[in-house]
């Protein structure tokens, strides 16, 4: 028996997350109970997890109770297992309105040992690795097997309780129903009549209201930097909100995503960032400066440039060194580390708007196996993120190879989770360009097709284009003459 508390055993390998992979390398079968369970913490066993049910390992797991311990997400993705691995893994959970405050977690290896972690610590990424929590291990090396095997026995006990039921999607769709009635009997009892919090919300939406009407827009919406684009948005970005901007390869979703970015931070001083998983802070700085100095990219690239260019380019840094534009590039994150990224931007620079690019990259759940489910989670994530700290949040997303016929205007139905991303996102904006299959069909126009938007009416703003220098602009009156 070893006692284990991370109040004075502060090492990793002394925490449920070592425990748990360092067993599974052996096990033959694993039988946990806990209450709490979440998505972060599978990621954090995903690999030995899947390597052990992948050997024949079985599975047995009965989590949660209350809807307060419900997470839902984190069910689908063990019915994912279930569903992967029949015949070895079974799940159930507490559906009475109880908690269950057991946690453990019994370990039987290949050569027959045993071995138990018996605490405080939930199946959640605090419990795994860093919540202050205690607990005591045991083995059949140097325990009693029996107190080892009362472990094991108590999980399957509780799986015969009558308040513990088998997980299916039945079941799930259940849970949820239960999840949002619980919610709105707690916030109809939270808000009560005549609240304070509704008056004051009342006063500061009447305040707006009356800035908006005298010309004053303020922070509660940020602008495109397209005047008819803004328009039909009613106003520009909202807080809360999630726009999603999707076209294929090479039309320039994110030209038009960095350009409400550049123009957000640079001409209007509200803090940005740029989270981007396709290419390099250096293209970003680059892009910035074609869209600010009018200078082609190939010119900046190989460094072609007139003594006037070079004079345009001086002045154009000297006003981005205090424009508050943050760029985060590399590999794409999970969707908890992406989460987590934002929520810090916003704690340390108060950033209002955040570009996701492209969303399609993040990797969202480690159990899903097709990409329209990774699409559907981090959609609906990014939304809730964006309502929680108040932010507008732009993601960037592809559109299927349907859309590639010059012929075919691109369509909802053409993005990838477009069901999700439909109820999910206030905005999605399917970016069209003719010109991309035809350099003779209406150059240098662009068509930003409003599949959803929740403040204004769907429909079509077109808009002019200057690609070679990174920049999408209200079109002309005099669009006789278009830019060259």
């Known amino acids: 028996m070893h006692y284990i508390d991370s109040a004075i055993d502060a090492n990793a390998d002394d925490r449920l997350a070592a425990w748990l992979n360092g067993k599974l390398q052996t096990a033959s079968s694993l039988t946990l109970r806990t209450g709490f369970y979440s998505v972060a913490a599978l990621d954090v066993v995903q690999e030995r997890l899947e390597g052990f049910l992948r050997r024949g390992g079985e599975l047995v797991a009965v989590l949660g109770g ?30 009475e309105p109880v908690f269950q405050n057991a946690k453990t977690y019994h370990v039987r290896h290949l050569d027959g040992r045993a071995s138990a972690w018996v605490g ?29 095997d009362r472990v094991h026995a108590a999980t399957l006990a509780a799986i015969e ?26 916030g109809r009892a939270a808000l009560g009549p005549a609240s304070p ?11 707006q209201l009356e800035r908006t009407a005298s010309g004053d827009p303020g922070l509660h919406v940020v602008s495109t930097g397209l005047s008819d684009l803004d328009a039909a948005l009613g106003g520009g970005l909202r807080r809360g909100t999630l726009s999603v901007i999707a076209s294929r390869p090479g039309v320039g979703r994110s030209t038009l995503a960095l350009n409400m970015l550049t123009r957000a931070a640079i001409t209007d001083g509200i803090p940005a960032c740029l989270f981007t998983f396709e290419t390099t802070v250096d293209e970003v700085i680059l892009r910035v400066l074609a869209d600010h100095t009018a200078i082609s990219h190939r010119y900046l690239r190989t460094s072609t440039l007139t003594d006037v260019d070079w004079t345009d380019l001086a ?17 794409a994150p999970h969707l908890e580390g992406l989460c987590a990224a934002i929520a810090g931007a916003v704690a340390a620079h108060g950033v209002e708007l955040v570009v996701v690019d492209p969303v399609s990259f993040v990797l969202a759940r480690s159990f899903a196996n097709t990409p329209d489910r990774e699409l559907a989670e981090t959609a609906r994530r990014l939304k809730a993120l964006a309502m929680q700290l108040g932010i507008r949040i732009v993601a960037t997303a592809e559109l299927n190879r349907q859309a590639d016929y010059p012929t075919m205007r691109p369509r909802l139905g053409d993005i990838a989770g477009s069901d999700v991303i439909a109820q999910a996102a206030d905005t999605v904006i399917l970016l069209h360009r003719p ?38 602009l209200t079109l002309p009156s005099n669009w006789d003459d278009p830019p060259r």
């Open 197 to 207: 919090l509704v008056l004051d919300h009342g006063r500061a939406l009447l305040d």
């Open 435 to 472: 010109d991309a299959h035809d350099r003779n069909q209406r150059p240098q126009e662009a068509d930003l097709i409003l599949a959803k938007n929740r403040y204004g009416e769907r429909g079509t703003v077109t808009v002019a284009h200057r690609l070679k220098v990174s920049r999408f």
């Open 161 to 186: 309780q009558p308040a513990v039921a088998v997980l299916d999607h039945g079941l799930i769709h259940q849970l949820d129903r239960r999840v949002q009635e619980s919610r709105f009997r707690f």
């Open 66 to 95: 209350d809807v307060l311990q419900v997470d839902l997400a984190a069910l689908e993705m063990l019915l994912d297992l279930v569903e992967q691995h029949p015949e070895t893994t079974r799940a159930y959970v507490v559906v």
């Open 315 to 331: 002045q154009s840094m000297v006003g981005l060194l205090d424009a508050p534009l943050f760029v985060n590039a590399g590999p």
């Open 120 to 148: 405080s610590a939930n199946l959640t990424l605090g419990g795994l690795v860093t919540n202050l929590e205690a607990a005591i291990t045991l083995d059949t090396e140097d325990d009693d097997p029996e107190v080892v």
